[in-house]
């Protein structure tokens, strides 16, 4: 069996008289990286390593009725061909609960072939193992399956009027009321009553997902490409019917999640139950294509934004209803109307989602679920209101910013998007903007500019984790959490630094491997609050432990001291008359030749209790309070007036996210869901045909990310005020960067041009 160590980071070296958090330090895997020093998941050599490859259904909804592996077993190097005649049985998925975070894991109910049954077209129905990818892939084009179609709902449009209400849980809320919005609407001097609708959008991260499966008996090692280690091995176990201790994944190196490797999707099942069945190490690589076929992605969405005001804009209705899709098979809602609730002081307020199932693939979690496409919908009728009444749409979101929920009265945490809007708009120079649609030109380019708010609620989840310092000084935090590019380690690196009072040269980071104590998963914007939250728990106690040392000697200066009297700088515990001891003396006169403190369970196996207590917690404070990661986005566009060709010309983001650990990391979280944005408006849409369930452009050639080219420079600036509920006063700022986005975009557009498009994406076809 190869031995896998743990991943550590150590980063770069720096003077102990500064202070590492609000720092723009380099990220501390660059090297490793740029370098080709890191490894990702399907890139770990194991002796014997076999290789697999999907087979796709073809229909949307029906049973195989023959399969035929003749001609695919006889490909050189073929090794088996798994199907559901002679594939492991394995035990189901368990039902989803959100009182127990982890059965939720699971892309789709299906268990992957245990069934004869095909609920979506892409499903995998067979598994090719061969000696080399190139053999499993053209064996894998050879397999024959016959189909008995049974009659499938696909068209979104065509469903949308079947739509039913959803029915809310303990973690987010489907439908809200404030007095009597309809009546208020019909009242309304001014109004707008509008539909706005999204496409599906799908996941492209840079590294397609793969799996690379060992056992060893009953142990298995996974090194996979997840967004939720803890997750992955305890679903893996079950299905297995292996002990939980007995699994180990490692993730140390991630190429970009975004929600699509928070869930656990065929290919890592299948990947493991074919090093089973074949008896050895196994990978399984997605192309592309098969990410479309076996990842879930972002639901199209239908909405309805109604907004009713004054003559002096003051807002009296605010309707947003959605409709958005799961399938039959699985897949999470998203909260798209949920945001409505929380940005503007509408006296009578009506949120409503409502969903179709469909029989495709499960949708799942994409940057900022639900807020992403919900803003845009908001945002632009918000824009299209100002147009009506003749105000400034900056002005017109001033005079309606809430000073408590609208929806609830909840008190805010705080909310600073007033100052976020004043940065941003001098920063861009919002004062130089001519409120006529089509007034502003620059030869034959019609110029425009758009704003749009940006809102996304942040989480804390639970984290364990190990803090241990020697004595040379050098500290090693030991958690298992995820990073995909985000700068977690660096982040953590820096807040150990400044907790103890060391340089950030003597921080070491080991994480992304399940046998590191229990992290929560890298979504939803609540990773490093989370780790933050342990990590100062574990320093304070670390600092005690080492108070408690140093006081059993009578010649030590901190001997009698309370800790809450004492700065932790320069490597040790100091005094105000600057009296105090280093660790290093501390340790050494104690004989130890370390300390080490842990937060939660070592192990990791007491995560199920974590659980528990986040939903106390998340509880607790929806009752107390709103607290939200806010933001102002600012956009230039230019039009060409003769083609219709769109480009973005200028981007000013102004985010009030609480501490920023490090500029710059939390630049490049931002602005990358900003270009997320971008794509989402002008090009970005999954085609399904809507008689089949097939995806029609399942490739980088025919589903249009923005470019270098398409991408502007965008300037992103923060508040950097600390949110008190939050520890270091902290918040996710992961998933704010898209929301309101795409409507900023919108908006500029319809002020170049004069043309609403409440239909994204914003083509060319739809401005001329």
Not at 214 to 231: C, E, K, N, P, Y
Not at 591 to 620: C, I, K, Y
Request: glycine share 10%; aromatic share 4%; proline share 7%.
């Amino acid at each position: 069996m190869t031995q896998i160590s743990t991943h550590t980071v150590i980063p770069p070296r720096s003077t102990t008289s500064e202070r590492s958090v609000g720092r723009p330090v380099d990220r501390v895997d660059g090297t490793a990286k740029t370098t080709g020093e890191a490894r990702f998941s399907a890139e770990y050599p194991y002796p014997d390593l076999a290789h697999a490859a999907l087979v796709h259904a073809t229909v949307a909804r029906g049973r195989i009725t023959a399969i035929d592996t003749a001609a695919a077993s006889a490909v050189e190097g073929v090794l088996t061909v798994l199907t559901h005649e002679n594939a492991p049985v394995l035990k189901p998925p368990p039902s989803p609960n959100p009182l127990n975070l982890s059965s939720m894991v699971s892309g789709t109910s299906v268990s992957y072939l245990n069934t004869d049954e095909v609920h979506w077209n892409g499903q995998p129905v067979a598994v090719v193992v061969a000696e080399t990818p190139q053999a499993a892939r053209r064996a894998a084009l050879l397999v024959r399956v016959t189909y008995d179609s049974l009659p499938a709902t696909l068209d979104f449009a065509a469903e949308e009027e079947n739509a039913r209400p959803l029915k809310g849980d303990l973690l987010s809320q489907a439908a809200a009321k404030k007095g009597d919005p309809e009546a208020a609407l019909a009242a309304a001097p001014v109004s707008v009553d509008l539909r706005y609708t999204t496409p599906p959008y799908h996941h492209n991260a840079i590294e397609p997902h793969a799996t690379t499966a060992a056992w060893d008996g009953d142990r298995l090692t996974v090194h996979d490409t997840t967004q939720s280690i803890d997750w992955v091995r305890r679903h893996l176990a079950l299905r297995f019917g292996v002990p939980v201790a007995g699994v180990r994944v490692i993730a140390p190196y991630v190429g970009g999640g975004f929600g699509g490797k928070g869930l656990l999707w065929p290919g890592t099942i299948l990947a493991v139950m074919a090093a089973r069945a074949t008896g050895r190490p196994v990978r399984l690589a997605l192309t592309r294509e098969g990410v479309y076929h076996t990842v879930g992605g972002r639901t199209p969405s239908a909405q309805r934004v109604a907004l009713g005001a004054g003559p002096d804009g003051r807002m009296t209705a605010l309707i947003h209803t959605s409709v958005s899709r799961v399938a039959r098979v699985g897949g999470r809602p998203e909260p798209v109307t949920a945001v409505s609730g929380h940005l503007y002081d509408a006296a009578n307020i009506r949120l409503q989602q409502n969903i179709v199932e469909l029989d495709l693939l499960s949708n799942t979690f994409m940057r900022a679920p639900g807020e992403a496409i919900g803003t845009f919908a908001l945002e632009s009728a918000v824009d299209e209101l100002a147009c009506e009444l003749g105000i400034d749409p900056i002005e017109l979101r001033m005079r309606n910013e809430p000073a408590r929920n609208p929806i609830d009265g909840k008190r805010f945490a705080r909310r600073l998007l007033r100052e976020a809007y004043a940065l941003g708009a001098e920063r861009f120079g919002w004062s130089e903007r001519t409120p006529q649609p089509g007034s502003m030109r620059d030869g034959r380019w019609l110029v425009g500019m758009g704003v749009a708010s940006a809102y996304h609620p942040p989480l804390q989840l639970d984290a364990h984790l190990t803090l241990r310092l020697s004595v040379d000084g050098t500290v090693v935090v030991r958690c298992g959490f995820q990073e995909m590019g985000m700068g977690g380690a660096t982040a953590t690196a820096q807040i150990a630094a400044d907790a103890l009072g060391v340089p950030l040269s003597s921080v070491r980071v080991e994480y992304g491997d399940s046998a590191l104590p229990v992290a929560p998963m890298a979504g939803g914007a609540t990773q490093t609050a989370s780790v933050a939250a342990a990590l100062l728990t574990a320093a304070e106690k670390l600092k005690k432990s080492l108070l408690a040392l140093a006081g059993r000697s009578g010649e030590s200066p901190l001997r009698g001291q309370r800790l809450d009297r004492l700065e932790a700088r320069d490597g040790g515990l100091y005094r105000a008359d600057r009296q105090g001891e280093t660790y290093t003396g501390i340790l050494s006169r104690a004989g130890r030749p370390s300390v080490e403190v842990a937060v939660g369970s070592d192990s990791g196996l007491g995560a199920a209790a974590g659980q528990v207590r986040f939903m106390a917690r998340f509880l607790r404070d929806r009752r107390r309070w709103v607290k939200a990661a806010l933001g102002a986005h600012f956009c230039e566009v230019r039009v060409d007036r003769d083609t219709g060709e769109v480009r973005v010309s200028r981007w000013v983001g102004a985010f009030d996210v609480g501490t920023v650990i490090n500029p710059k990391t939390a630049g490049s979280q931002l602005r990358g869901g900003i270009v997320m944005g971008i794509g989402m408006a002008l090009s970005e849409q999954t085609l399904v045909d809507p008689r089949t369930g097939r995806i029609m452009n399942p490739s980088l050639s025919e589903y249009h990310l923005p470019v270098h080219a398409d991408i502007p420079p965008i300037d992103v600036c923060y508040l950097n005020e600390p949110d008190p509920t939050m520890p270091l006063g902290l918040m996710g700022l992961g998933e704010v960067g898209i929301t309101g986005a795409a409507a900023a975009l919108a908006n500029a557009v319809h002020h170049a041009t004069g043309k609403r498009v409440r239909d994204l994406p914003i083509t060319l076809d739809k401005l001329l």
